[in-house]
């Protein structure tokens, strides 16, 4: 069976690679569960933009251990660095992560986006 090549739609932007889709879907999928978007609203919500492990548990009603299983996938995604002070691990966004996962939402649902040139 051919395909009418007349009849197929151009691009109208630059479609993600193969390796920025898998990097998106793995930030989706650390945002994609209710703990860790709570946990991501708590840390910017602390004075400073920072909380320690210790000041999370309590408001998710989660164990300690399954907080940071949560916060290493938001780490290992790339949304949350770690600072080891003492006994206890203090949490941080990444500046502009959340600002480049919006971006990347926002062009992936635009229709009017042009093409980029890189």
Do not use: Y
């Not at 978007?37 to 000041?55: I, Y």
């Not at 999370?56 to 009603?61: I, S």
């Not at 399954?66 to 206890?88: E, Y």
């Amino acid at each position: 069976m051919s395909v009418d090549v007349a009849s197929c739609t151009p691009l109208v932007r630059k479609a993600l690679t193969a390796e920025q889709a898998a990097d998106l879907s793995r930030v989706l999928k650390a945002v994609a569960d209710p703990a860790r978007l709570r946990l991501l609203s708590l840390v910017a919500a602390h004075e400073g933009g920072e909380a320690c492990v210790c000041d999370l548990t309590e408001p998710l009603g989660l164990s300690q251990p399954t907080v940071s299983h949560h916060l290493k996938v938001l780490v290992d995604a790339g949304l949350l660095t770690r600072d080891k002070r003492g006994v206890w691990a203090w949490f941080r966004l990444v500046p502009g992560a959340l600002d480049a996962l919006a971006a990347a939402l926002s062009t992936a649902g635009s229709r009017d986006a042009a093409p980029s040139s890189g």
